[in-house]
């Protein structure tokens, strides 16, 4: 072992939540090792322990005081930092337990570096302004995708999310600043970006740019290959978007659009901006544009009050439409929201049984997809090697694995589509490289 790493600090993260909370701890800890830190495992001794928290739900928040109870245990000499979402609603609860150095809330948690060598007790850094506070990467993914984070906070209310008031109100990176942050990313070697943020249908940046001028300007960069969105709201999705998508020929086949609930009285008593005819329609429109589309939807059962008939609403919308990539999540009580003051909550064994009918809905509608695609080509982006096979992700957010004596890290191959397997809740295409 050479000198200077056995004399490195070392910084552990834990991450909660949403993939924007897990791209932001990928940014955050690139700045650790830019500073000299090396990151281990969350549970090895280290300097610092780094948590980049979630507050979704009661249950989140309950997670993310276990967690900070184990960081103690695990790393009772280190820096323990407590950042993101629940250490912006509840940095009192934070504050009153022991061992904690550091307590920064969503905007504060970027700045963690000039707090570091504070020699205070404790400090708390929340931070209720809504500027932008720079984008974000992974470096999850070995440098073939990265997620470019261009809009954070929401101005929605929904009845049962507490985001609005963790992450404040809805704000963007500038369309020169993104540029620049996707050139940088081409530079390094990704040749995907995805784009991130809590509602990036909602992008707008000061100059009144909109998210299809920043599609078109980045598409633009020759080394970026592919593009993807994140989740977006159905109603911020428009024809416009759609076809500057479909334009930059860089856009891939998979959209992820919450959908929450097939039955319009809850949608409504959810406060979405749509309803499932309007959701429904959309597809359709997706579909006449990018005739292969995938799509993938989160949606929450045992909403308060949700009878056994709207449940089957959204049972039967779903099975009815092409969706097949299902985020499935029992809703969860969160204090503070409209939702968790409702009366009806449904018991959570109810809950339970709603979930899992929905996740073999969703199993069999994926494997249906992958066996259809069986006999087909597909574009490939390969990731990594394990165990003699290369694996990446089809453009329909497939997983593909192929066996090749080629190196194929961070390299773009048709694959002629082989098979299919399903098994432990993942699902594979197999096929080989077409010459
Ligand atoms: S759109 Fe609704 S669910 Fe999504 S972040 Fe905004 S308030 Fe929350």
């Not at 694995?401 to 002629?416: A, C, F, G, P, T």
Request: hydrophobic fraction near 40%; include cysteine; charge should be neutral.
């Amino acid at each position: 072992m050479e000198i200077s790493s056995l004399s490195s600090k070392k910084v552990a993260f834990h991450t909660l939540g949403c993939r924007l909370n897990f791209s932001e701890s990928g940014s955050i800890a690139q700045g650790f090792v830019e500073r000299g830190y090396e990151v281990v495992e969350f549970g090895d001794q280290a300097d610092v322990v780094f948590l980049n928290t979630c507050t979704v739900t009661d249950g989140a928040d309950s997670a993310c005081r276990n967690l900070i109870r184990k960081a103690q245990v695990s790393s009772p000499e280190a820096k323990i930092v407590v950042a993101g979402c629940y250490a912006q609603m509840e940095s009192e609860k934070i504050k009153a337990m022991q061992g904690v150095d550091l307590i920064l809330g969503t905007s504060e948690k970027y700045k963690v570096f000039d707090y570091l060598d504070s020699e205070s007790a404790q400090e708390i850094h929340i931070d209720k302004s809504s500027e932008f506070w720079g984008a974000a990467t992974t470096l999850a993914d070995s440098r073939t995708r990265a997620f470019l984070k261009i809009q954070d906070g929401c101005n929605y209310v929904c009845s049962f999310c507490i985001i609005p008031f963790a992450r404040g109100r809805s704000r963007t990176i500038s369309v020169a600043d993104a540029v620049a942050e996707a050139k940088g990313l081409a530079a390094q070697g990704f040749k995907e970006i995805v784009f991130t943020g809590v509602n990036i249908g909602e992008y707008e940046a000061s100059s009144g740019e909109r998210l299809t001028n920043l599609v078109k300007r980045i598409a633009d960069i020759p080394e970026i290959k592919r593009l993807r969105l994140g989740s977006v709201e159905p109603n911020t999705v428009t024809r416009e978007l759609l076809e500057t998508l479909k334009a930059t020929g860089k856009y891939q086949d998979h959209f992820h659009i919450p959908l929450q609930s097939g039955c319009d009285a809850i949608l409504t008593s959810m406060r979405r901006k749509y309803t499932s005819a309007q959701y429904q329609d959309l597809l359709a429109q997706v579909r006449a544009i990018f005739p292969a589309a995938a799509f993938g939807a989160d949606v929450i059962v045992g909403y308060p009050g949700e009878t056994e008939e709207q449940f089957l609403q959204t049972f039967n919308f779903l099975r009815t439409q092409p969706i097949t990539h299902f985020h499935v999540f029992p809703f969860s009580k969160r204090k503070g929201t409209t939702a968790a003051k409702l009366e009806s909550q449904i018991q959570s064994s109810v809950k339970k049984d709603r979930v899992r009918t929905l996740v073999m809905l969703g199993d069999a509608k994926l494997a249906d997809f992958a066996a259809n695609s069986v006999g087909g080509t597909t574009e490939v982006l390969f990731e990594n090697e394990v165990d003699g096979f290369w694996e990446g992700y089809s453009s329909t957010f497939l997983r593909v694995k192929v066996r090749s004596d080629e190196l194929l890290k961070n390299e773009i191959r048709r694959v002629r589509i082989e098979g299919h397997s399903q098994a432990a809740r993942s699902t594979w295409l197999t096929g080989t490289v077409a010459l």
